[in-house]
Antibody, heavy 124, light 110 residues
């Protein structure tokens, strides 16, 4: 059974940093691209970032490029999101999500499993 | 990367059908057959309901169906049930390994 468990959320002051983690199990972690998606309180979903299975390729939404860094440790089956220069508008629940792949390892363009999310609150 | 446009709310009675629209642009919905839909009950994580415009993952009832015409995708739920009450989000691949979501639609089962 695929499981994704986020951690690392909490209260941080504006301008501060936080690192989120997503522990994966139930699948061969290194074979799949992963992504981060967030949801501000009472708002919709916003795609933030994606990373290839190897970790060599990373992609970002304009809203977080240059401030957030996605990475992964395949030996630990864990996905990370390093968030710097945090702003009040970054307050949200942060979800990690798995992307499926074809038998050839080509990304498929949707999110088949999601974690339960971790809440990040940016406030003084 | 502008959000896709969805109606804020839709409603229907048990047994009826409802359709949720999702309007994007020629750079996302109109350019790729990679529209997906997610169901999110209050306080829970999103769940995949439709992918690649009209494909259903195993376990999703066939009451859920998807379609696309031009820059607009649609999710239709037939035979509405009380358990279908949730927020629904569309998502489109937007090229260069980026994605864009809709603002979400609250489905109320009357």
């Amino acid at each position: 059974e695929v499981q994704l468990l986020e951690s690392g959320g909490g209260l941080v002051q504006p301008g501060g940093s936080l690192r989120l983690s997503c522990a994966a199990s139930g699948f061969i972690f290194s074979s799949y691209a992963m992504s981060w998606v967030r949801q501000a309180p009472g708002k919709g979903l916003e795609w933030l970032s994606a990373i290839s299975g190897s970790g060599y390729s990373t992609y970002y939404a304009d809203s977080v490029r240059g401030r957030f860094t996605i990475s992964r440790d395949n030996s630990k089956s864990t996905l990370y999101l390093q968030m710097n220069s945090l702003r009040a508008e970054d307050t949200a629940i942060y979800y990690c999500a798995k992307l499926p792949a074809t038998p050839n390892g080509v990304w498929m363009y949707y999110f088949d499993y999601w974690g339960q999310g971790t809440l990040v609150t940016v406030s003084s | 990367q502008s959000a896709l446009t969805q109606p804020r709310s839709v409603s229907g009675s048990p047994g009826q059908s409802v359709t949720i629209s999702c309007t994007g642009a020629s750079s996302d919905v109109g350019n790729y057959n990679y529209v997906s839909w997610y169901q999110q009950p209050p306080g829970k994580a999103p769940k995949l309901m439709i992918y690649d415009v009209n494909k259903r993952p195993s376990g999703v009832p066939d009451r859920f169906s998807g379609s696309k015409s031009g820059n607009t995708a649609s999710l239709t739920i037939s035979g509405l049930q009380a358990e279908d009450e949730a927020d629904y989000y569309c998502c489109s691949y937007a090229g260069s390994y980026t994605w864009v979501f809709g603002g979400g639609t609250k489905l109320t089962v009357l």
